[in-house]
């Protein structure tokens, strides 16, 4: 897979400012003697590659607008999250939650018009199949991320999900923001299937598919 050819400068920039904020992370982290911190930039430098490497199984060409959004979302997540201490902050990881419902559920849409091609020109069956695929692809990546920030405390010690002074509540209220976030989405393939209008995620799963099918033309 030749990832460099498929990049615009833009992605490049952010990529090469990414690389640099996480490399300067694990080296203050270093020097202050913060080990898990340095160990969790380590695991950031690979969290960018997630996303490219799923789109890879499903053979789906990276967008630049997707490029963009997943260096973008793993920079606060990873990076600024967990290599400096993000999540400490009020309300960080909640709004880190609502986001990735978006983003899943954004995806779902994608993968689906991937494999069953655009639902809009579907029985009114298939949408009811499409709109359930883009509502559990949510909320399968919401468990996943869950199954992520446990592995991070058994790894590293890295209590993202904290379980010593919330137990059960934090991982129960992160789910529940990636579920409304993707109940949004989902209203706004509703109103495209019924009547054609189109709200930024639907733009942006449209533009997606595509180019991905230009590609294979």
């Known amino acids: 897979m030749n990832i460099k050819a498929g990049l ?33 930039g380590v695991v950031a430098l690979f969290t960018p590659w997630i996303v490219p490497v799923i789109f890879r199984l499903f053979s789906l060409h990276m967008t630049t607008e997707v490029w963009i959004i997943d260096l973008v979302f793993v920079f606060f ?9 993000g999540y400490g902050l009020p309300f960080f990881d909640k709004v880190l939650h609502f986001s990735s419902g978006f983003l899943a559920a954004s995806a779902g849409a994608v993968i689906y ?15 009811v199949l499409f709109l359930l695929f883009v509502f559990f692809t949510n909320l399968a990546v919401a468990v996943l991320w869950e199954f992520f920030e446990y592995f991070m405390l058994v790894a590293f010690q890295n209590d993202c999900i904290h379980h010593y002074d919330s137990g059960v509540h934090d991982s129960m209220t992160d789910m529940l923001c990636a579920f409304c976030a993707g ?13 054609g209008k189109k ?9 997606f598919y595509l180019e991905n099918r230009q590609k294979e033309e």
Do not use: T
């Open 8 to 40: 615009d400068k833009k992605v490049m920039c952010l990529m090469i400012l990414y690389l640099v904020v996480c490399a300067a992370g694990i080296v203050m982290n270093l020097r202050q003697g913060n080990v898990q911190g340095a160990k969790m």
């Open 183 to 195: 109940l949004f989405v989902i209203g706004q393939l509703v109103r495209w299937l019924k009547n």
């Open 113 to 127: 018009m991937r494999l069953a091609g655009e639902p809009r020109k579907q029985s009114k069956n298939m949408h």
């Open 77 to 85: 997540a990873s990076v600024i999250g967990s290599c400096f201490g």
């Open 199 to 207: 709200g930024f995620f639907v733009n942006l799963c449209e533009r």
